[in-house]
C-alpha cells in the first residue's frame, strides 16, 4: 500500500531540481525521484547499495491549505555477503535512536536542502531554498532507520542496526562510510520481494505467525518495551 500522510509544503515548490508535473488531485503539485545510496567499509571491500524512491505531491484546501504526498520505492538493500544484508528502510531514526517518522522517505531531500533551518512553509525562504535541492551526504537522524535479519527467511529475527556501530551487528571492521540523496530520473528500484519470501505471506500468517505476536517487533524505550515494524518500511507500493 502506497503510504499517505499530511506533509509540509516541502517538495510543491522544489523549483528547477526537480520534475514539476500535472497532479491527479485538487491544486498543484509535483512529482521528484531521489537516490538513497548506502556506503559500507568492510574487511572484504567497499559495499554499496541503493534504492530509487518517487514521491508524488498535491496540495488541498480542506480545513486550510496543506500538501499531502505518496511515496513509492523501496528500502535500501547492501549485500554485506557472508555477514548478511543490510536494509535502510522507508521510516527514520527518532532522537533517541528508536524508529521514527515512516514519512521520512517523503521528508528526507527537503531535511537536506534546508539543514538547519526549521521547516515552516509559511516562511517565504522555505520555498527559495529548495530550488537548490541537490542532494547530499546524510549526517545524524537523516540517515534511515537500520535493521538485519539473523535469518532472512525468519521476519521474526529482525534487528535494528546501529549506524555508528555496524561492527556489533556485522563483525569487526565493518562500518557506515557514507549515506547519500541524489536526485535523479531513473526508474524506481523494485524487487525487494525476491530477498524477503515473507513479504509474500498471507497477513494472517504475518499477524500471527508464529506465536499470535505480529513477528517483527523491536525492543524500545515506550512503556510496552517495544515496536512493531510494519511492510510499509520496507515497501510502498503504487495504488
Known amino acids: 500500500m502506497m503510504a499517505r500522510r499530511s506533509f509540509l509544503s516541502i517538495a510543491a515548490s522544489l523549483g528547477g531540481a526537480l520534475a514539476l508535473a500535472g497532479c491527479d488531485k485538487p491544486g498543484s503539485g509535483a512529482v521528484y525521484r531521489y537516490r538513497l545510496t548506502l556506503d559500507v567499509e568492510t574487511p572484504e571491500g567497499a ?14 484546501h480542506f480545513e486550510g491549505k496543506r500538501t499531502n504526498h505518496a511515496v513509492t520505492g523501496q528500502a535500501v538493500v547492501v549485500d554485506l555477503g557472508a555477514r548478511g544484508l543490510l536494509f ?107 530477498k524477503l519470501g515473507w513479504m509474500n505471506w498471507p497477513h494472517e500468517m504475518l499477524v500471527d505467525y508464529p506465536d499470535g505476536r505480529a513477528p517483527m517487533r523491536l525492543p524500545d524505550v515506550s512503556p510496552r518495551g517495544w515496536v512493531t515494524l510494519s511492510i510499509v518500511t520496507f515497501i510502498a507500493r503504487p495504488q
Open 47 to 60: 559495499k554499496t547499495g541503493s534504492s530509487v524512491i518517487e514521491v508524488r505531491t498535491w496540495e488541498t
Open 88 to 194: 535502510a528502510l522507508l521510516a527514520g531514526r527518532s532522537e533517541n535512536g528508536g524508529l521514527g517518522s515512516v514519512d521520512h522517505a517523503a521528508y528526507l531531500p527537503a531535511l537536506v536542502a534546508l539543514r538547519g533551518e526549521k521547516l515552516r512553509d509559511s516562511d517565504p525562504a522555505f520555498q527559495k531554498n529548495l530550488s537548490s535541492t541537490g542532494g547530499g551526504d546524510l549526517i545524524d537522524n537523516e540517515i534511515p532507520f537500520l535493521v538485519r535479519f539473523r535469518d532472512i527467511s525468519d521476519p521474526k529475527t529482525v534487528e535494528a542496526v546501529d549506524p555508528n556501530d555496524l561492527a556489533k551487528s556485522f563483525g569487526e571492521g565493518v562500518r557506515l562510510k557514507r549515506a547519500t540523496i541524489e536526485m535523479t530520473s531513473d526508474p524506481v528500484t523494485t524487487g525487494i520481494e525476491k
